[in-house]
Structures are given as structure tokens and as C-alpha cells.
């Protein structure tokens, strides 16, 4: 059973540019979540999509968007690029139960520059 | 709000020991708890859940316990092994919102 994909795995850009990253959840998972991960702030809840539903939201700028897919799968997308947006994204798919087991993708990492 | 803290930042061990890595909580009206892996620029990998009704789950070498009244939990790994060398976290689910709140996590080395 293949495990969260998530394309790309490393990208570069620069200030003022726009990025979409894209995940495909494990088969049969409904729910996707994107988190951040920085050095300083460690991980951060972005959002989270059920059925092509937000159901939740982090405390990010609206420069952060989503959304999912029939299939499930889902991209994120961040506009007017800061340097401080540079962070490890990570992507984790559940069934879609509440609170239920989140098993998380490999990541892209943007770097801004 | 929720706050999640896991001690030692860092941990070294030798080959063979059992230690333990510390989580705790502020708030305990919990819905599960679950710890993950990490190795240096890779995602995360979920080692063990366990739902607020529970107190421990185990899986081979690991063991978690979950005390909700205290606001800890506990991952126990046994005669450890150069390989466990990577980042540890916890992170909970509370309030309405569904998303995990994790701690920093424990960066654990096991020298050969």
C-alpha cells in the first residue's frame, strides 16, 4: 500500500513568486492536513480537508490557501512568497475519523530566496 | 490553549541501553496522543497512538504510556539500537479543532 505522496520534494524560488505543492493521500484516506516545519517554530498546523471541505484552519496569512480534490488528493498554495515562508511542508492523510491516526508524507522543502 | 513539551531537547546513549523520553501536556482534555519519528531532512513516521482511554500501547521495542490526569506520557524504548538515532516527537489532538500540536521533540543519539 502506497504511503502519502508528495511532489515536489525540493524546490527553490524566490521573493514575490507564488508555489503549489501537491499531496496524494494513502488510498482510502479521506482527510489531508499540511503542516510547516521550521527550525524556529517547529511544526505548525496550516489546514486541514475533508471530502473537499475545510474543516480547519491554522494562524497563517491568507497568503496560505488549499484545497482538495474528488480523489482526495490535495495542493496547498502560497502566493507573494517571504523569506521566512522557506520551511519543510508536510502533508498527512487519515481516514478522516475524527482524531484519528495521521500518517504524514516525506515533505518539500522550499527554499525562498 | 495547548502546549506541548518534550525533555531532553537531546539525548545520547550508548548501545544496548533502555531509556525514556518525556512528553507532557498542559491541557488533559485530550483526544488521543500519538509520537513519531523523524530522521534529518525526511517526514514523519507515527510509531505509536494511543486514544485518551488508553494507557500504554506497544510495538516491539516501544512502549507509551499515557497518564491524562498528569498531563505525561512516556516513550519507552528497549535495548536500543544505532538505528533509533533521529528526532522524537508527540504531538496531541485537543479542543475542536482537528489538528495535532506537537512538541519540539527529543533529538536521541545511540552510539555504537
Known amino acids: 500500500k502506497a504511503g502519502v505522496t508528495q511532489t515536489p520534494r525540493y524546490l527553490i524560488k524566490t521573493r514575490g513568486q507564488q508555489v503549489t505543492l501537491s499531496c496524494s493521500p494513502i488510498s482510502g484516506h479521506r482527510s489531508v492536513s499540511w503542516y510547516q516545519q521550521t527550525p524556529g517554530q517547529g511544526l505548525q498546523f496550516l489546514f486541514e480537508?475533508?471530502?473537499?471541505?475545510?474543516?480547519n484552519k491554522g494562524n497563517f496569512p491568507g497568503r496560505f490557501s488549499g484545497r482538495q480534490f474528488s480523489n482526495s488528493r490535495s495542493e496547498m498554495n502560497v502566493s507573494t512568497l517571504e523569506l521566512g515562508d522557506s520551511a519543510l511542508y508536510l502533508c498527512?492523510?487519515?481516514?478522516?475519523?475524527?482524531?484519528?491516526?495521521?500518517?504524514f508524507g516525506e515533505g518539500s522543502r522550499l527554499t525562498v530566496l | 490553549k495547548q502546549e506541548v513539551t518534550q525533555i531532553p531537547a537531546a539525548l545520547s546513549v550508548p548501545e544496548g541501553e533502555n531509556l525514556v523520553l518525556n512528553c507532557s501536556f498542559t491541557d488533559s482534555a485530550i483526544y488521543n496522543l500519538q509520537w513519531f519519528r523523524q530522521d534529518p531532512g525526511k517526514g514523519l513516521t507515527s510509531l505509536l497512538l494511543?486514544?485518551?482511554?488508553?494507557r500504554e500501547q506497544t510495538s516491539g521495542r516501544l512502549n507509551a504510556s499515557l497518564d491524562k490526569s498528569s498531563g505525561r506520557s512516556t516513550l519507552y524504548i528497549a535495548a536500543s539500537q544505532p538505528g533509533d538515532s533521529a528526532t522524537y516527537l508527540c504531538?496531541?489532538?485537543?479542543?475542536?479543532?482537528?489538528?495535532?500540536?506537537f512538541g519540539s521533540g527529543t533529538q536521541l543519539t545511540v552510539l555504537p
Open positions: 494511543i486514544q485518551s482511554s488508553q
Open positions: 498527512a492523510s487519515s481516514l478522516g475519523q475524527d482524531y484519528g491516526e495521521l500518517f
Open positions: 504531538a496531541v489532538s485537543s479542543g475542536s479543532a482537528r489538528q495535532l500540536t
Open positions: 480537508y475533508f471530502s473537499e471541505t475545510q474543516r
